[in-house]
């Protein structure tokens, strides 16, 4: 078995039907129990009071914003290099659930902010390359409207993907490369000192498995929309030549 | 039941309200654009099973 042969549709949409309410049940569960227990059952940070119950709404967000493109990327490559229908679909699909995460990021971002930094917005390597990335996303996704065929879309859609994608790392890695601004580092690490308190991290940790099961769900969901989308287009088409 | 948010009562709601409207929104035009294109593609197939039938009859 090769993993492409779910670039054929009949078998993407026989498969995706078994997994997606696995997926939506698991997304579900996962959610309820992160975020509840985040908001209800968590300590106040002794620095930042109640505004830490937002890590889990913004650092999910946030990796999953960067991550979505990351998953873009990769599909819009097998569509350059192997012409897979599916994977161009998918990463059509993707683009406003990544919108959606980007969006809640910056809004969050900037409710947690105001408080611990005096401001709603700041141009911080960090904040700055999100806010391109959205705009990225937003392009991506108005690219895909503007152009007729679906084939020539993809195409242009894949390399605006690649292009972008030097914000979706720039994103992630900013704090990194400029050793300025007022975004902190990653809250998760594998070094003891830097990652969050064991009392925060176990249900952030859970509310981005939930992020990334929303994500999967949602995207197995619209590929399969736009996989049966295309298939209107072809039996419209071939009505009229009919 | 409800924590005490005290002074930081406004960013933590906001932030969980303005989370909350937005996948919504995404969760409920995805289910609106699935239930018009299946019903698009039914009566889409449905026309194109009948053309077939009447050319083989």
């Given at each position: 078995m090769s993993i492409w042969e779910y670039a054929n549709p009949k078998k993407f949409m026989q498969t995706s039907a078994w997994a997606l309410p696995w997926a939506l049940a698991a997304t579900v569960l996962c959610l309820s ?139 992630r890695y900013a704090v990194n490369f400029w050793n300025q601004g007022l975004h902190q580092g990653a809250s998760l690490s594998m070094d003891a000192k830097e990652n969050v308190s064991d009392v925060f991290w176990i249900p ?39 | ?57």
């Open positions: 129990v992160g975020l509840i227990w985040g908001f209800f059952f968590t300590p106040d940070d002794y620095k930042q009071g109640a505004t830490v119950k937002i890590i889990y709404l913004h650092v999910p967000a946030a990796m999953m914003a960067i991550n979505a493109w990351v998953m873009m990327l990769v599909a819009s490559l097998i569509w350059i290099v192997r012409r897979h229908h599916v994977s161009a679909l998918a990463a059509k699909a993707a683009a406003p659930v990544g919108l959606t995460f980007t969006l809640i990021a910056l809004v969050t971002g900037a409710l947690w902010g105001q408080p611990m930094w005096g401001t709603w917005w700041a141009w911080d390597p960090r904040l700055t390359s999100f806010l391109i990335l959205c705009l990225f996303y937003m392009g991506y996704i108005a690219l895909w409207s503007a152009v007729e065929d679906p084939d020539t879309a993809a195409d242009l859609t894949g390399v605006l993907c690649i292009v972008g994608s030097v914000f979706a790392v720039l994103s952030l940790v859970i509310c981005i498995a939930g992020f990334i099961l929303l994500f999967v769900t949602l995207v197995l969901m619209r590929t399969r929309t736009e996989i049966r989308a295309r298939r209107v287009a072809a039996l419209l088409a071939r009505e009229r030549l009919a | 039941m409800m924590p005490d948010l005290g002074k930081y009562a406004f960013a933590v709601l906001a932030s969980y309200g303005a989370t909350i409207v937005l996948i919504g929104a995404l969760v409920a035009l995805s289910f609106r654009q699935r239930a018009r294109v299946k019903k698009t593609l039914d009566e889409v197939e449905a026309r194109a099973a009948a053309q077939t039938g009447k050319n083989d009859g």
